[in-house]
Structures are given as structure tokens and as C-alpha cells.
């Protein structure tokens, strides 16, 4: 389903990414863990060409885009597979719950306003956000915002969602809310890569967890191994000190 072959990305002369390599099956669940700076997001954001790998390969199902000859067509094909669920929301103002779910169906998709308008009432009765459909951005809370940035990205029935630390703008008594619509999502068979810092919520949702720093993949398995029984000395180090911290 996401296949990357040596994804390269350098900011300057700073090598933040350095030939990662990794591959998500359909309907898979993988977290990727790592201290601040490892390029977690960086990489997340190179997958969907927000931010375009300096070079490397990455494929989404049927398609492949080489970092070094895309076109812009290449890249907005690409870009159409994903979801992307960003920390800070991104909803538009001035916009309605229902407006902001809606637009991208409409703008991106095409699809005719009362299509459109069905599909977006029928994600929000999933997210549980049926009662706030006229609330702008202003009057929701961070939870809720979220669970309308989630409701937006499964609008558009991508191939892959990609969550960027969703949880990481919201007061403590906010997260569960959006974590269990996180999981909710999860166990719809999503195929989704998820960027968090929060540890059992990592443990609980994934089929694989990764370690990053220092823009290389360290370890990689399964939550069973990795919290339980790394291999690497500096996931063990890391490990213990998040688990200590909470």
C-alpha cells in the first residue's frame, strides 16, 4: 500500500532524512516513535509531497513518484490518496463544521454539493459531531476541532491517513476523546501511519511500531517487541525515560 525506497530530504546542507526505507500494507496501522527532531513529521509529510523528498522513491498503491523527476501532476495524484490529519487542525475560520468536511469533496473531488453534503453528515454522525454541523471552528473545542480535521480527511476516501501528532495541541482531558476516534477509525480497516508521542495509545492502536532519530529508522516491530523487548540500546533508553516522564 506505501512503499518509500531511500527517501532523502535535506534542509540546506542539514540531512534530515537519511534513505529511509519502509513499506505499510493495506488495512495496516504503524506508529512511528522518536524524540523531537528525529524527523518523524518530516518524513509524513514527504510521503504525501507536503514537503518534496530531495530524492527517493514513494508509492501509494498503484502509484510511483520519483522525488527527483515529479511533475506537478505526479504530485497532486499522489497527494489525492491521502488524508492528512495535522496538529493544529488547519479548519477554515469562517467555515461551518459541515462546510469545512464538505469543501474538500467539492473542490478537490467534484463531487455535487447534495453528495457531497450526504457523505460529509454521514463521517460527522461517525465522529460523533452530528450536534455541532453550524459551529464554527471558535466555538468548538481543541477535541472537537480535531475530530472534524479526522471527519475531513476520511471525506475523501484516501487510499492512506496520515496523522501528524493529533493529539499533540490538546489539553490532557481533550486527548482521550480524539484517540477513541482515532481507534475508531482504526479498527474500520484504514490503512493509517501515525506520528505520536503518546506511548499506550501507540502500544494499544498499532500492528507495528517504529523508532526513528536522527532521521534513520532504529527498530521496528511489533508492540509486543518493541515496548517490551527492543533490541537497540538507544530505544530502550528511550523508552524508559518517556515512560518515566508520564
Known amino acids: 500500500m506505501i512503499k518509500l525506497e531511500n527517501i532523502h530530504k535535506y534542509y540546506g ?55 527527483e523527476s515529479a511533475s506537478k501532476a505526479d504530485i497532486v495524484t499522489l497527494r489525492n490518496s491521502t488524508g492528512m490529519v ?18 474538500g469533496l467539492t473542490s478537490v473531488k467534484r463531487v455535487h454539493k447534495v453528495e457531497a453534503k450526504k457523505k460529509s453528515l454521514e463521517i460527522l454522525e461517525r465522529v460523533g459531531l452530528t450536534n455541532r454541523l453550524s459551529h464554527y471552528p471558535a466555538q468548538l473545542s481543541g477535541g ?38 482515532i481507534k475508531k477509525v482504526a479498527s474500520e480497516g484504514n490503512t493509517m501511519l501515525i506520528v505520536t508521542h503518546e506511548l499506550n495509545f501507540a502500544r494499544e492502536i498499532s500492528d507495528r511500531v517504529i523508532f526513528m532519530e536522527d532521521g534513520v529508522i532504529i527498530e521496528e516491530g511489533t508492540p509486543e517487541q518493541i515496548f517490551n523487548h527492543p533490541k537497540a540500546e538507544r530505544t530502550k533508553q528511550f523508552l524508559g525515560k518517556a515512560i518515566r516522564t508520564k
Do not use: W
Not at 17 to 28: A, C, F, H, R, S
Not at 34 to 49: A, D, W
Not at 172 to 179: F, G, K, T, Y
Open 86 to 103: 495535522f496538529q493544529q487542525y488547519n479548519l477554515f475560520k469562517n467555515f461551518t463544521v459541515l462546510q469545512n468536511v464538505m469543501v
Open 144 to 181: 472537537q476541532q480535531q475530530r472534524v480535521g479526522i471527519a475531513r480527511a476520511l471525506a475523501l476516501n484516501p487510499e492512506v491517513l496520515l496523522f501528524d501528532e493529533p493529539t499533540s495541541s490538546l489539553d490532557p482531558e481533550l486527548v482521550d476523546e480524539v484517540l477513541t476516534t
Open 13 to 67: 546542507s542539514q540531512h534530515v532524512l537519511k534513505g529511509i526505507g519502509l513499506t505499510v500494507n493495506k488495512g495496516e496501522v504503524v506508529s512511528i516513535l522518536g524524540p523531537s527532531g528525529s524527523g518523524k513529521s518530516t518524513l509524513l509529510r514527504c510521503i504525501n509531497f507536503l514537503e518534496q523528498p530531495t530524492r527517493g522513491i514513494v508509492e501509494i498503491g498503484d502509484k510511483r513518484v520519483d522525488a
